[in-house]
């Protein structure tokens, strides 16, 4: 199970991001540096609503 991609909305500034489902590091928002996801060692926890998942192919 390789994981997917998502499409993360920033709860901030609505910014919409793509992050990997098993992001390894913390992940920020790419416009105002929100914490959009961090790693828990399996699937990443999210601070942001998903707006899509994207299946890795
Ligand atoms: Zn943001």
């Known amino acids: 199970m390789p994981g997917s991609f998502l499409l993360v ?8 991001q793509t992050l990997f489902s098993k992001a390894a590091s913390t992940v920020g ?3 105002c540096g929100q914490r959009l996801a961090a790693p828990t060692g399996g699937k ?11 299946e890795h192919r």
């Open 9 to 16: 909305a920033c709860p901030e500034c609505d910014n919409e």
């Open 29 to 31: 928002c790419a416009v």
């Open 44 to 54: 990443a926890e999210l601070f942001g609503e998903v707006i899509e998942t994207v």
